[in-house]
């Protein structure tokens, strides 16, 4: 199947700072691909859709300016999430989906810690 | 509002028991019904899906049975295992479009 990488697997980060998490499709051109959160023990909920080469569609309640999200090729998308505070730790994942199809491919998830 | 209902909440069986996982939808443009597994710490991964064209579908010890007019379909894992322990989603969606996902089912299977 198809393969979906992320990176870091885990992020540390100091209240106030920024991180970016990076989401590839690794054997396949993605033409969509969504940022998803999860809380422990929860269902996961969509943030953002972003189709390459356009701005993402956020979700009611997601702050846009808060994260940020590029998807600047067809195999990339990368969150930024600006001025993280502990409340925005969490296990952050993305997917993707090719031209072709329904299928979302996941990646592995980003665990987020803001002290 | 919630566009897929799954339960239950949680489950535990005895190996080699058949747990079941249910879920409801709405919204009846959804033509994409996927199951995923989730290990802690991992991503989602897709274990089989179907389309509301069958009422069907078997892959290895997972079945699907999908119910159109009841707008159901669940699960079924048949000879559960220990490794089967997990939490699993069912989604639905419609072509191109964004996952709705359920609340999860957490099974433990029992040696």
């Known amino acids: 199947g198809a393969v979906v990488s992320q990176h870091p697997s885990w992020v540390i980060c100091k209240s106030g700072t920024s991180v970016k998490i990076e989401c590839r499709s690794l054997d396949f051109q993605a033409t969509t691909m969504f940022w998803y959160r999860q809380f422990p023990k929860q269902s996961l909920m969509l943030m953002a859709t972003s189709n390459e080469g356009s701005k993402a569609t956020y979700e009611q309640g997601v702050e846009k300016d808060k994260f940020l999200i590029n998807h600047a090729s067809l195999t990339l998308s990368t969150l930024t999430v600006t001025s993280a505070h502990p409340e925005d730790s969490s296990f952050y994942i993305c997917s993707a989906s090719s031209v072709a199809g329904d299928e979302q491919f996941f990646g592995p998830g980003t665990r987020l810690t803001v002290l | 509002q919630q566009q897929v209902k799954q339960s239950p909440q949680s489950l535990i069986v005895q190996k080699g028991g058949i747990p079941i996982i249910n879920c409801a939808y709405e919204?009846?443009?959804?033509?994409?019904f996927p199951w995923y597994q989730q290990f802690p710490g991992k991503g989602p991964a897709l274990l089989i899906a179907i389309r509301p064209d069958v009422s069907e579908k078997k892959e290895g010890r997972f079945t699907i049975s999908f119910n159109k007019s009841a707008k159901q379909f669940s699960l079924h894992i048949m000879d559960s295992q220990p490794g089967d322990s997990a939490t699993y989603f069912c989604?639905?969606?419609?072509?191109?479009?964004?996952?709705?996902f359920g609340t999860g089912t957490s099974l433990t299977v029992i040696p």
């Open positions: 919204n009846t443009a959804f033509d994409y």
């Open positions: 989604a639905a969606s419609y072509t191109g479009n964004q996952f709705y």
